[in-house]
């Protein structure tokens, strides 16, 4: 069922529909972080472009989630539910990563100029990964009630109309399992 929520978003954000401001706004500022994660992936695929590191890196993407699944169980958080929520970030991420290669590699004019360093960009992933972990304790009742998948709709069209179409998909990636 989820799945096709996320998908009549992208439909939604797509065609340009709004959806009334009155849906709920609760899941905004948890949708908003993960898109703010989602748009980081380009910087993580500039600083892979190029170079050895694969896209997929299954060891570090682990770390990630039992990290995750720490600091969850940490803020009285379902641990499992947690890690969830974080593989469809980091699933999100290697969307866009793959998206953008992609994209370079068929348009060499466009690859980018400057390689960031990814360990300056983990500290930012950490700060957005803390305060999606803080968002999902604020909104955990409303997560598991009956309207959560209209308001994670109605965050997702508000969110993703200024969004491109790659991270669009990225961002409709990354919020499946929001809802409980």
């Known amino acids: 069922m989820r799945s096709s929520i996320v998908g009549s978003a992208v439909v939604v954000a797509v065609l340009g529909l709004g959806l009334p401001a009155s849906a709920g706004g609760a899941l905004d500022p948890l949708v908003g972080s993960a898109a703010e994660r989602v748009a980081l992936s380009d910087q993580v695929a500039a600083a892979k472009w190029g170079t050895d590191s694969p896209i997929e890196d299954p060891e570090r993407?682990?770390?990630?989630?039992?990290?995750?699944?720490?600091?969850a169980a940490e803020l009285g958080l379902d641990p499992e539910e947690a890690t969830r929520v974080f593989r469809d970030q980091i699933e999100a991420s290697k969307l866009v990563q793959r998206g953008l290669h992609a994209h370079w590699s068929a348009h060499p004019d466009?690859?980018?100029?400057?390689?960031?360093?990814?360990?300056?960009?983990?500290?930012?992933?950490?700060?957005?990964?803390?305060?999606?972990?803080?968002?999902?304790?604020?909104?955990?009742?409303?997560?598991?009630g009956p309207s959560c998948d209209g308001r994670l709709l109605s965050a997702y069209a508000r969110t993703a109309h200024d969004l491109t179409v790659l991270h669009q998909a990225g961002l409709g990636r990354a919020i499946p399992s929001i809802c409980s």
């Open 110 to 144: 466009e690859q980018p100029t400057e390689r960031p360093d990814l360990g300056e960009i983990r500290p930012e992933l950490d700060r957005l990964g803390e305060a999606i972990l803080l968002q999902l304790r604020d909104t955990d009742e409303l997560r598991d």
């Open 61 to 71: 993407e682990q770390q990630v989630l039992d990290g995750v699944a720490v600091k």
